[in-house]
């Protein structure tokens, strides 16, 4: 009836979960209860059996069969609502993950440069938080033991976070049709714990890391010239998680939406002091790893941010 | 003169209350409370393309400020006082009919017609100018600010539904006042009965203030910014 | 007034069916009954193409790997919901009774337009059309909800074909919408005041305000996808510039409003319903009608719960929320007034009243479930899958089906002036109600477990759940097939019908003769009581 727990989050929903079973299981308890003895005690026991006498309704029972449920609905919500905005406000100090979707398959990255298809290996005891991005159309990274998902939309980063609690091997699963193989768009989750998982982290990681892979497309892309060289950009020091002013006034956090959206369209936010139509427009050039490299390596530049170290 | 009195046509003319309804009183009535239903229909059906172009506008302020430098709005302009006109000569035509005035019936209902044609012919004007810029979507499409290409592209694309539907519910209208005309030609309105001229004069209003939704936000807005 | 006309004689008298039997009367009708059955054969065409494609779905969940190609199964899922939505579900309790029904039940002798209703159909069928051309060209992969950008720029199927079928049904949608609403404005009977309608007007009335309003908005999303198919300005696509999510925006507006299109109609059956199997008016009968309306107005202010995990903002998700479990009072309130007016009643258990009690109990159980998925953190679970999947076929099949279903069986006498057969009836219905159970209940389990849906293979574990609801689904078909072989015998060959078999209170019943004549009534009706007036006594201590 319950799949595997294996997250902080998982018991707390199945806590929910379990109370809305128990409601419901009173309330059709309840009604079939009422109809099968009204059934049984006033079925016509002939034709003739007189005519029964009208009952119109009565304004004090309405509302006390419409408040009352109404009162464990707003319970419903109060919870469902406060474990909802829990499990989408990931906390300070996670490990992040960077997962990218494509028809049909999902790409892990992971900080030090591990890489792998279709698995996720992530610790015990420790919040993790993903960013999913796509690079076709819709999918949606569902971890049914965790009782977690988010759909990865294009065009956008997406995110959750979780913490595991049990060692084991989950399942993964596409949670929004996206075409032939959707079911087949299927992995596994693997949770270690924490020196197993250093074990592994070690035994893997061969190649640069994603913010070493970054620097390298930094270069690639001729972002240096710009940005560190003639100072046509602004300097990325420093920049990720802090406050950005924009040359139309507004100001806005330096996240990694915003990082992708400035690498891929420019001009939709300029930076206050420098002009718009002067950085070449990226979109379609750079693909969704790739992005997500560069991104790393820009937040590995800010030190005042504790995630920088991959 | 009788071709301007219509009570004696009226009589030789097959009645024109339907047997399901108890009086003409019950049939106007129903037949005008389906008109605004339908409107409210259309409403509905605009508004989910104003929907589109409120959350592009404001995701694209720029490119948005940018594309409105393409609008003519002369030609804009220009359209509207045509239709606010044609509205005006739909509303005698039905005072017209009120009055069971045949010939006045169907010269407003012409004049309607042809403002209406007058409208359709700026919009292609409007619509072969954007032709030749190359701003109609699709493989053709063509930016001057290729920062904006894409955005511009989706904008012009919400341009061209929106008008262009508008464009096809004036091509619609002006079939109806045809048909109008036609049946006014044959006698077969009077004061007492002249329900269709009604219900279609409701529907050419309706077209009409779409197009004065349409015009500022699509013409006039954008050039207030930058 | 109640008035009982003799038995017929021996020669039928003339109704609306014997008039005129040729294929014009038929396909040129204005006869808002005669466009009743017209619906009532394309409806049931659509429902068995429909579930062809169920049973197809369900044999190949038979196996974890699947039989067919997945590009098949996911035409499968496709072209069933597609068909069963818009090409069955939304017209037809309101096609069919609704058509039927409600110019009689109001003592009005047709609808406000009958030649706009002929029209509705034509349009219905055309839109048929291109959905079957889709069909036999090959079929669309999108699933019936076309998220972009997978049906804008990705898939290589018929799309637009199929979209063209669902936009030109949606206008036939409208037309009958704005039919009612008119009609139940402008042509009630002398008497006939707002709050002496019977509560299937009200459903209807209720279901009407949605399909005129919401209808719009999903046609013109047809559009837009159309034309981005095409032309590819980029307004679904990211790399155009374009927002995906504004899609689903689009679609659920109308989508959401549309499941209640998809309930109300049957809630109003079973007041009908339950009203007279028992006896009694119904109790709180203007908490119940007031109830339909509040159904229409608050539906139109929930779409925003199909997108809680698809990048909407928390805050708006949370109104979502909450206006979601406000939405179910309305329907709660319905169901207990429905098991009040059993109280006290004098009950009996024909098969229109099973259906009726089938559809509490399970629609309880489908509304119920619908809960689950308000609750944002478990919705979170359990969103895309199969738990969803069980949650909308109780309340569509279970409640909608079933109410359609009763209904037939109820007003069968009044449309075909035969009976048809009660022990056949009820078998049927409780194969049906053994087999509905059976093929949906597991899928609550499958979804809390995290079988997703859309899925044409499977892990491994999930497999005895399914075989548990192939199995009912078979049980199901049988249940199915066995009203259309009785029902169809018994419209040549049942035992004719008197005026009021079941004894109802109705102008339908006591005034408009059964069969009724092409106008309804022989003589014009004046209402001068309440709804379901079996007693004028009323109970001491009740209210």
């Known amino acids: 009836m319950f799949p595997a727990a294996a997250s902080t989050a998982a018991p707390q929903v199945d806590a929910l979960y379990v109370y809305l079973v128990l409601l419901s299981v009173v309330m059709t308890t309840l009604i079939f209860i009422a109809i099968g003895f009204f059934a049984y005690k006033y079925r016509r026991r002939s034709p003739d059996d007189p005519m029964p006498r009208a009952i119109h309704g009565s304004i004090p029972i309405e509302l006390t069969w419409s408040v009352i449920p109404f009162l464990f609905m707003l319970v419903m919500f109060a919870w469902g609502t406060k474990l909802y905005f829990e499990n989408y406000t990931p906390p300070r100090n996670t490990l992040d993950i960077y997962v990218v979707g494509k028809q049909w398959m999902w790409k892990v990255q992971y900080p030090d440069g591990q890489r792998e298809i279709n698995e996720l290996h992530v610790p015990t005891g420790r919040p993790v938080k993903l960013t999913l991005a796509s690079e076709d159309v819709i999918h949606s990274f569902y971890i049914p033991a965790f009782r977690l998902k988010h759909d990865v939309v294009p065009g956008s980063y997406q995110t959750y976070w979780f913490q595991a609690t049990e060692p084991g091997r989950y399942h993964l699963f596409c949670a929004e049709y996206c075409g032939t193989n959707h079911s087949r768009m299927i992995g596994w989750v693997d949770v270690m714990d924490p020196v197993s998982y250093q074990n592994w982290l070690a035994g893997g990681a061969t190649g640069a890391t994603m913010s070493q892979l970054g620097e390298k497309l930094f270069e690639k892309y001729g972002c240096v010239t710009c940005h560190v060289t003639n100072h046509n950009g602004p300097p990325l020091n420093n920049v990720f998680g802090h406050p950005v002013q924009l040359a139309d006034g507004r100001t806005v956090l330096a996240d990694e939406p915003f990082l992708r959206e400035s690498i891929l369209n420019p001009n939709a936010k300029v930076v206050k002091g420098y002009k718009p139509n002067v950085m070449p427009v990226y979109q379609g050039q750079i693909d969704e790893e790739g992005l997500l490299q560069l991104i790393v390596y820009i937040k590995s530049l800010s030190q005042t941010n504790p995630q920088a170290i991959p | ?226 | 007034m109640s008035t009982t006309l003799p038995l017929p004689e021996t020669t039928e008298r003339p109704n609306y069916l014997n008039v005129d039997y040729s294929w014009k009367s038929w396909l040129f009708t204005t006869d808002h009954k005669r466009i009743a059955l017209l619906y009532l054969f394309s409806i049931t065409a659509f429902f068995l193409v429909g579930a062809v494609f169920a049973g197809l779905m369900r044999l190949n969940l038979l196996f974890p790997d699947g039989l067919f190609e997945h590009d098949t199964y996911n035409k499968f899922f496709t072209m069933h919901g597609v068909i069963m939505v818009f090409f069955f579900l939304v017209p037809s309790i309101p096609a069919t009774l609704g058509n039927f029904l409600l110019p009689i039940m109001i003592g009005a002798r047709d609808l406000a337009f009958p030649r706009i209703n002929l029209l509705s159909w034509y349009i219905y069928i055309a839109g048929g059309v291109f959905a079957v051309l889709a069909i036999v060209k090959g079929g669309v992969d999108t699933g019936w909800t076309f998220y972009a950008p997978f049906s804008t720029t990705y898939s290589n199927t018929h799309v637009i074909l199929a979209a063209i079928g669902v936009f030109i049904s949606g206008f036939s949608s409208i037309l009958t919408g704005l039919n009612f609403i008119v009609t139940v404005h402008k042509m009630r009977a002398p008497g006939m005041t707002w709050s002496r309608l019977p509560l299937f007007v009200w459903a209807h009335y209720a279901t009407s305000l949605i399909q005129v309003l919401g209808t719009p908005v999903v046609a013109i999303t047809i559009v837009l996808l159309m034309l981005e198919r095409i032309l590819h300005a980029g307004i679904f696509d990211p790399n155009l510039g374009g927002d995906p999510v504004l899609f689903q925006h689009l679609f659920w507006f109308y989508s959401h409003p549309a499941v209640y299109i998809m309930i109300l109609p049957g809630m109003g059956v079973v007041s009908e319903i339950i009203a007279c199997y028992s006896r009694k008016g119904i109790f709180g009968y203007g908490f119940v009608a007031f109830s339909s309306v509040a159904i229409a107005v608050l539906g139109f202010m929930v779409w925003g719960h199909h997108l809680f995990v698809a990048g909407q903002s928390m805050y708006a998700s949370m109104v979502f929320s909450f206006i979601s479990f406000l939405v179910a009072v309305p329907s709660a309130i319905k169901v207990f007034n429905w098991t009040a007016t059993m109280y006290k009643g004098s009950i009996t258990f024909d098969t229109p009243m099973l259906y009726a009690l089938g559809f509490i109990g399970l629609f309880t159980i489908g509304g119920l479930t619908g809960l689950f998925l308000a609750t944002m953190a478990i919705d979170v679970h359990l969103t895309d899958t199969y738990f969803v999947i069980a949650h909308f076929h109780y309340v569509m099949v279970g409640g909608m089906v079933l109410a359609f279903l009763g209904g037939i069986h109820f007003w069968f006498p009044k449309m075909t002036g035969r009976l048809y057969p009660e022990m056949w009836a009820r078998l049927a219905a409780a194969i049906i109600f053994v087999g509905f159970n059976l093929t949906f209940f597991p899928q609550f389990i499958l979804g809390y477990l995290g079988m997703p849906r859309r899925y044409a293979t499977y892990a491994q574990e999930f497999q005895v759940l399914h075989v548990l609801s192939t199995a009912g689904a078979s049980i199901l078909g049988v249940g199915y097939l066995l009203p259309l072989i009785y029902l169809t015998w018994a419209w040549r060959k049942g035992e004719r019908s008197p005026q009021n078999p079941w004894q109802a209170k109705g102008l339908e019943w006591e005034q408009s003769p059964t069969p009724p004549p092409t106008f309804n009534f022989d003589v014009p009706p004046v209402v001068t009581e309440r709804p379901y007036n079996y007693s004028e006594e009323v109970e001491v201590g009740g209210y």
């Open chain 2, 1 to 226: 003169m009788a071709d301007t009195d219509l009570s004696v046509a009226a009589h030789a003319a097959p009645t024109t209350l339907k047997h399901h309804f108890d009086d003409r009183e019950q049939q106007l009535e129903s037949s005008t409370l389906g008109m605004w239903v339908f409107l409210l229909t259309e409403i509905m059906f605009f508004g989910g393309m104003f929907g589109a172009y409120t959350v592009y506008r404001n995701l694209y302020p720029a490119a948005f400020a940018s594309t409105s430098h393409y609008m003519n709005v002369t030609l804009g302009a220009t359209n509207t006082a045509v239709l606010i006109f044609s509205s005006l000569t739909m509303a005698l035509a039905v005072r017209s009919a009120q009055l069971g005035q045949k010939r006045a019936l169907i010269s407003f209902l012409t004049f309607t017609l042809i403002l209406g044609l007058v409208f359709l012919s700026i919009k292609y004007v409007e619509y072969h100018e954007k032709w030749v810029d190359h701003h109609i979507p699709g493989p053709g499409f063509h930016y001057a600010e290729p920062q904006y290409f894409h955005q511009a592209q989706i904008l012009f694309f919400l341009y061209f539904a929106m008008t262009g539907l508008h464009a096809l519910h004036m091509i619609v209208g002006a079939g109806l006042i045809i048909t109008l005309i036609a049946m006014a030609a044959r006698n077969r309105f009077s004061s007492g009965w002249y329900t269709p001229v009604e219900m279609i004069g409701l529907y050419w209003h309706f077209v009409d203030i779409v197009w004065i939704f349409l015009f500022p936000l699509l013409y006039l807005i954008g050039r207030t910014m930058r």
